[in-house]
C-alpha cells in the first residue's frame, strides 16, 4: 500500500537554529516528490518538486533533497515568518498521496 | 489570475442534508481533484478528474458525488451529510501531465450537526 510518513509531527526552534524535516515513503511508480507549505486557513503553497534520487533544490532558508526512500526539507537558520506546516506528497501514476505534515514553529 | 475558487468558505449543516461544494479553476487545467484534510491525517483524495467528463474515486469516496461537465467546474456533492464528514475540504487543480505542482483553493470549512 502506497504510503507517505512525515516526522516529526511538531517542531518548535528558536530563530536561528537550523534543523530538517523528514518525509518517508513507500509507493509502488514514483513520478515526483513535492514539498508544499501550509499556513493557517489556507491552502497548501507548492516549494518543490523532486524527480529522482540525489537531486536538490533550494529556495531561500530551504533546501530538499531526495533518496529512494525518503526526502529531506532542510531549514537554515530559520525565522519566524518561516512558521508554518510542511506538507510532503508523492505522485504515483494517477495519484497525489499527502503525508500528514510536519507543524513548525519559530520563535524569536 | 483568480487561480483556484473554492465556495462557499464555511458552512454548517444539519445531519442528512444535502449541499454542493463549488470549486473552479481559470488556468486550462485538466487534472481537478478534491481532498479533506483532518488532524493528523494529512490531505486524503476523495475524488479526481483527468479531463472533462471523466471522473474516479480517491481514498475516501464514500457519501461524495462528482460530476466534470466543464474544463472550470468541479463540484462536490454531500448526498447525506454525516458528522464524519466535517472537515476542510480542499480543490486542486494542475496541468495534464501529472507530475506537475497542483494549485489549491482556499479551502471549505464544513460542520455536520
Known amino acids: 500500500e502506497d504510503q507517505v510518513t512525515q516526522s516529526p509531527e511538531a517542531l518548535r526552534l528558536q530563530e536561528g537554529e537550523s534543523s530538517s524535516l523528514n518525509c518517508s515513503y513507500t509507493?509502488?511508480?514514483?513520478?515526483?516528490l513535492f514539498w508544499y507549505r501550509q499556513d493557517p486557513g489556507k491552502g497548501p503553497e507548492f516549494l518543490f518538486t523532486?524527480?529522482?534520487a540525489g537531486e536538490e533544490k533550494e529556495k531561500e532558508r530551504l533546501k530538499a533533497t531526495l533518496t529512494k526512500k525518503e526526502s529531506f526539507l532542510h531549514i537554515t537558520a530559520p525565522k519566524p515568518e518561516d512558521s508554518a506546516t510542511y506538507l510532503c506528497a508523492v505522485q504515483t501514476y494517477n495519484k497525489l498521496i499527502f503525508g500528514a505534515g510536519t507543524r513548525l514553529a519559530v520563535h524569536p | 489570475n483568480a487561480g483556484v475558487t473554492q465556495t462557499p468558505k464555511f458552512q454548517v449543516l444539519k445531519t442528512g442534508q444535502s449541499m454542493t461544494l463549488q470549486c473552479a479553476q481559470d488556468?486550462?487545467?485538466?487534472?481537478m481533484s478534491w481532498y479533506r484534510q483532518d488532524p493528523g491525517m494529512g490531505l486524503r483524495l476523495i475524488h479526481y478528474?483527468?479531463?472533462?467528463?471523466?471522473?474516479d474515486q480517491g481514498e475516501v469516496p464514500n457519501g461524495y458525488n462528482v460530476s466534470r461537465s466543464t474544463t472550470e467546474d468541479f463540484p462536490l456533492r454531500l448526498l447525506s451529510a454525516a458528522p464524519s464528514q466535517t472537515s476542510v475540504y480542499f480543490c486542486?487543480?494542475?496541468?495534464?501531465?501529472?507530475?506537475?505542482?497542483?494549485?489549491f483553493g482556499q479551502g471549505t470549512r464544513l460542520t455536520v450537526v
Open positions: 509507493v509502488s511508480g514514483l513520478r515526483g
Open positions: 478528474s483527468v479531463g472533462a467528463g471523466i471522473t
Open positions: 488556468m486550462n487545467h485538466e487534472y
Open positions: 523532486l524527480y529522482s
Open positions: 486542486a487543480s494542475r496541468p495534464g501531465q501529472l507530475n506537475t505542482e497542483a494549485f
